[in-house]
């Protein structure tokens, strides 16, 4: 597919910088801001140190998508566990009930034979061993034992491994958490700093950034042809969603961190891919050199693989950049961030 000229994509009403992204992240929470000591309040010192702090929170945000996406999986896996323990239960219920008929059939004829006593006790795992058992009991009967001892196994070993996967789920509850709670603290001190910074000084960033997402929103793009079909019809929805804004955390369709633009964008193109950057830089193929790649190739960034974006053509890059920007188009070689390798799909 040939990449568009100045696309024209759907622009919603979003204000720029921190007017509305941040202010969106911070309200997640009310916790105060770390006890780190502020920079000296000049304007450079403070521009730089809230870029770390968004570069540290989009890092932190991808470790929390990962501990959400893995959370969601082993709720999954519970409930199929305790899905099947249940009708596990029901299948052990019938079982008992047939043997309780054997022990009734037997009773009225004069008396409960010891073997079926032995059917009916809590565990008869153990009865199993004798010899004599066989002997004493029909092959319906035996049968129908064996059929409950497998029950009974197959139950404590689903209800083991059920046990098993909720104590790895709150561990994963409890590491997403604190992977939120330290993204909104990163967040609400960027908030902290730059609220040391007078009106004027404040209003010229916000301009900055706006004028970014306009430059971003029409770039030159050139006539390069995507590599596959797939990564076409990806590239062309994350496309549509130029101008939403960036949400630590966002799938879409209005809103997107880096990971969720680029899982959102698959996804219409019936593409399943992880939900992380680190996950998705080891998908489909790996592409070395920028200067084979082609649009709708992924872009992994940053030597943690915190960052991704999709190639757009003409060394640009098609993201959701960081909190208070917008899904944009960016020159790679400006973007501030090592580019690792592509992922092509």
């Not at 945000?61 to 893995?70: D, I, L, M, P, V």
């Not at 219409?268 to 193929?285: E, K, L, Y």
């Not at 030597?303 to 020159?331: C, M, W």
């Amino acid at each position: 597919m040939a990449s568009h000229r100045r696309p024209k994509p759907a622009r919603p009403r979003y204000v720029g910088m921190l007017t509305t992204t941040a202010a969106a992240a911070v309200v997640l929470s009310s916790q105060a801001a770390s006890a780190d000591p502020l920079p000296d309040p000049n304007k450079k010192g403070v521009e730089a140190e809230v870029a770390r702090l968004y570069e540290a929170a989009t890092q932190a945000t991808e470790h929390y998508n990962g501990a959400k996406e893995k959370a969601d999986a082993l709720q999954k896996e519970v409930a199929g566990l305790r899905d099947a323990a249940a009708r596990k239960q029901s299948e052990l219920n019938e079982l008992r009930d047939r043997v309780g008929s054997i022990a009734a059939a037997q009773y009225r004829g004069g008396g409960l034979d010891p073997s079926v006593q032995l059917m009916l006790s809590a565990d008869p795992d153990s009865f199993l061993e004798r010899a004599s058992l066989q002997q004493r009991l029909g092959e319906r009967e035996v049968s129908t034992l064996l059929q409950l001892q497998d029950q009974q196994r197959a139950l404590r070993q689903q209800r083991t491994e059920a046990s098993q996967k909720l104590a790895d789920l709150e561990a994963t509850r409890t590491e997403q958490r604190r992977k939120k709670n330290e993204v909104q603290q990163k967040l609400a001190k960027a908030q902290e700093l730059l609220n040391t910074l007078s009106a004027k000084e404040r209003a010229r960033i916000r301009a900055e950034e706006d004028r970014a997402n306009r430059a971003g929103a029409r770039v030159e793009l050139g006539n390069e042809k995507s590599a596959s079909s797939r990564g076409a019809a990806a590239f062309a929805a994350a496309q549509s969603r130029v101008g939403m804004p960036y949400v630590w955390g966002a799938t879409g369709p209005n809103s997107f961190d880096c990971s969720g633009l680029a899982s959102w964008a698959f996804r219409q193109a019936g593409v399943s891919i992880p939900r992380t950057s680190q996950a998705q830089a080891d998908v489909g193929t790996r592409i070395n050199s920028l200067s084979d790649l082609r649009p709708g190739d992924l872009i992994i960034m940053r030597t943690d693989l915190s960052h991704v974006g999709f190639y757009a053509g003409n060394g640009q890059i098609l993201h959701s950049p960081k909190p208070g920007a917008q899904v944009r188009y960016e020159s790679i070689a400006r973007s501030g961030m090592p580019f690792m390798w592509g992922v092509r799909l």
